[in-house]
């Protein structure tokens, strides 16, 4: 039979394997990188859209399609950046946006949420030979929908111990007391662990073998 202490040891390993320990009084973390996100963009494939404009008593339809979007990572901010093609009447250009987006953790519903809150690009319009500037288009309005994904209190691990005087000790292990960090390229979600020591139970004696 290993040793008690040989068996916890294993568990907190395991646990290491699976979540990355943090020294700074957080025992596990779950961290989502800018990679991540960026590839989830590419995965959406075309990200495009049309709508109205009116100007000068002349209503038509303009076209917006995005060009290489992504999420750039730094601490303490999300930026989502991307270049803009739009497309109106017979006029067509390329602008760079620059928006934000927000990092949060619901722990009722244990989901981590990126969310682009703005990412304006100027509407404009050849008029006679003129360009005109209509009004700002928020891009964050097309994305209602928030990259998610789940957060560490799902995890709960139940450790049974045998002990040298026969009886059996249940330990509990949970996360609690969560925390977001944005940190340069990735986003830390990190909480404390629990260790519940459950009542002993008594099990059948060991008889050596003769």
């Not at 000790?169 to 979600?189: D, F, M, R, S």
Request: one cysteine or more.
């Amino acid at each position: 039979m290993k040793k008690p202490h040989v068996l916890f040891i294993i568990a907190l390993l395991w646990l290491s394997f699976v979540y990355r320990t943090n020294a700074q009084n957080q025992d596990l973390t779950i961290t989502i990188r800018e990679s991540v996100l960026n590839k989830m963009f590419k995965a959406l494939g075309d990200i495009k859209g049309t709508a109205s404009y009116s100007f000068m008593f002349v209503d038509g339809t303009y076209e917006w399609a995005l060009v290489n979007p992504q999420f750039n990572i730094h601490p303490g901010r999300v930026d989502f950046v991307t270049d803009v093609k739009v497309t109106i009447s017979k006029y067509t250009y390329l602008m760079h946006v620059t928006g934000n987006a927000e990092v949060c953790y619901e722990p009722t519903t244990n989901l981590i949420y990126v969310e682009i809150t703005d990412a304006k690009f100027p509407l404009n319009i050849m008029f006679l030979g003129t360009l005109r500037h209509l009004w700002d288009v928020d891009l964050a309005q097309y994305f209602e929908t928030p990259f998610t994904f789940e957060g560490p209190l799902t995890i709960g691990t139940e450790f049974i111990f045998p002990m040298p005087d026969n009886t059996t000790k249940t330990v509990y292990a949970h996360p609690l007391n969560c925390g977001v960090k944005i940190a340069e390229k990735q986003i830390i979600v990190s909480a404390e662990m629990e260790f519940v020591n459950r009542e002993a139970t008594k099990t059948q004696p060991v008889v050596p073998k003769k």
